[in-house]
């Protein structure tokens, strides 16, 4: 363009990087942030440095935390015997919403993609085995997205596992197949919490 | 919920109060700006900050500029003899972009909505009259948009300045009525930049 606008143009090329937001998207949203109260702006920016510098990994289960560990693996009336494996900080709170289930989690943070470069050593595994190691867990479920990736990153952990003497689980398929446990409601997902099978 | 993550939920209330962003929407891009690069969601944060801070209005067209004055008004090539009046700084690139026009701009900011309790005064309709009586400027389009309300703001404004011995005219109808200057294309716009009658 001819007579440049520079913050203007930067904010929105670093708002048409996000996921799902176009160029017009972008610039709509560059304009409202713009005409909004300044205070409210300012919030927002602070909020995103906020959450990167405050949020890390729990150093237990690797969900994200702003606490030196998280709230549930500090929460002492969860059972300690069972762990539940998940993909995604996301899918926490989607569990924790069928009140179906008190034990801990662990977050691996992806799949094993070998299409996408992605191997075990790319996930949390490594601190999954430490945890076995110490805590006398007795049942891990498996609770990854039921897609190729997901199943193939639970078929691979329960190999890894069985030779633990640890009883290997997965969530039964109440789930629709191809979906994102994010978007599953409360009901299916306790349906495949208490049909669970044993790998 | 029983587990707060507070960075993350005060990041994800932030998104959802921007235009066209839900609930899930908010959340996807809040777990977005915790797995980008650190650089990345910083320089997003900063440009929030720094559009806010450096984005003022030109004090001759009300256009928004990083620069004293905008670099439309500083360009002496620019025709000073006629003045495009537009509701929206989105408007004014999208005038650029037919290359069928070489005079300046008006930025008015909204447009006269009794109904919301718009009224002119809460429009630049003053700093408007102030060119007029300067800058020898010999005509006058109204290029709001062709909406209720856009129609009105132009009536209004003409009625404002014939007494000035200025001619008012008006972008054609080639422009989609009940449509959005923004989204028009370059042809159609071209149209009714060249086919604007006296109003």
Redesign the interface.
Known sequence: ????????E??TE??E????IGR??A????????YMP?A?????????????T??HECPICCN???SPR???CE?VRRDRSVICVVE???NV?AI?RTRGYNGLYHVLHGTISPLDGRGPEQLRVKELLHRLSDEGVTEVIMATNPTVEGDYTAMYLSRLLKPLNIKVTRLAYGIPVGGDLE?ADEVTLSRSLEGRSEL
Do not use: W
């Not at 610039?27 to 713009?34: C, I, Q, S, T, V």
């Open positions: 363009m001819a007579y440049a606008n520079l913050p203007l930067k904010l670093h708002l990087r996000l996921p799902g017009k998207s610039n709509r949203l560059a304009f409202h942030l713009l300044q409210d702006a300012q919030a927002l920016a602070q909020a995103v440095e906020e959450a990167r405050r949020i994200l935390t702003d998280c709230p549930i929460d995604d900080p996301r709170p924790e978007y």
